[in-house]
């Protein structure tokens, strides 16, 4: 049986299209996968996240607990910042992509859905002393609201001015008119748009949810979550990343802190400066190529397709793909789409990055 949030109710009622993630009934849509793409381009929307995982992690050893399981820096992470990390397993393959938030009284660690029980059994066996992990997933909701207008709604939720905030950076807040247990905010999203994420009790969900629909938020749905994420080149785990990809080979070498010990650091260490693989950016001729389809240069199969859609904000078939690291990307790339080949032209990652 399925699992629902606690908003599951709120999505039936605006008459949501569901689908199953990650062991969850989500909304995939609630008009179209295109207008809500581009109420968020353009304007604000908001994402019920509430299938996410969430950890909270306290104790005197915790930073150098979470320097051991994640690839990052976590000693060094400021108070009220957010950092984008990576579980590995033993042999370099990503486990989870995560993001870890520094409160002052705890650490939090959001985690992707699907892997909510396999990443909270991980970080147990690999617990040190003096650190405790809280699985709090069930206890609270978690909502996005995202795009260019999500500052002028966020005002009217919250009673702290949360405009100065930096991207990545997080913070613990009260709302308006409402005696939420948990409530805490984060300048973070998955949809590159300037945004909010906020964490509160169940009890303060639907509040929260109507509030910002009755100033204007588009309730959206994973449909456009993944197109815009996509035209981001954000990773999606199971396609960009999975323990069978390595955070060197998805193109996050940036987020690997070499100087402390780690688990998995040996495995991609040994590939650090010589990856057999890469993904790349790609626009498909007259086509949309989906995940898993072939690549080829000469007949040869140089990789296959991780992520593709169509992009609402260029009109036209994009993809991320995962190839041969020696690949010459300005040779003539052909997919194979539904029995017949199509032109790739590989292009410069992320297809879309938002003005300042």
Known sequence: MLKETFLNKKHKELGAKFTEFGGWDMPVLYTSIIEEHNAV????????????GTFIIT????????????ISDMSGLPLHKARYSMLLNKEGGI??????????????MVVNAGNLEKDFKWLNE???DNVQIKNISSEIS????????????IPNIVEENVLLMKYFTCRDIKIKGLNSKIAKIARTGYTGEDGFEIF??????????????????????????????????????GHEISEEINPIEAGFEKTVFWQKEFIGKSAIEKIKNNPSKKIIAFVCENSIARNGSELFINDKKIGYVTSGTFSPTFKKAIGLALVDAGIDESSEIKVKVYNSLRDVKVVQKPFYKRGK
């Open 142 to 153: 978690l909502i996005a609201l995202q795009g260019p207008k999500s500052v002028e709604i």
């Open 126 to 128: 690999n617990l040190i």
């Open 200 to 237: 509160v009790s169940n009890n303060c969900a639907e509040n929260i949810w109507s509030k910002m629909i009755e100033l204007g938020a588009k309730p959206c749905g994973l449909g456009c979550r993944d197109t815009l994420r996509l035209e981001s080149c954000m990773p999606l785990h």
């Open 41 to 52: 381009r353009t304007a604000a929307g908001i994402f019920d996240t509430s299938h996410m």
């Open 59 to 70: 104790g005197s050893n915790t930073a150098k607990f979470l320097d051991y399981v994640t």
């Open 95 to 108: 486990k989870d992509d995560i993001i870890v938030y520094r409160f002052e009284d705890c650490y939090m």
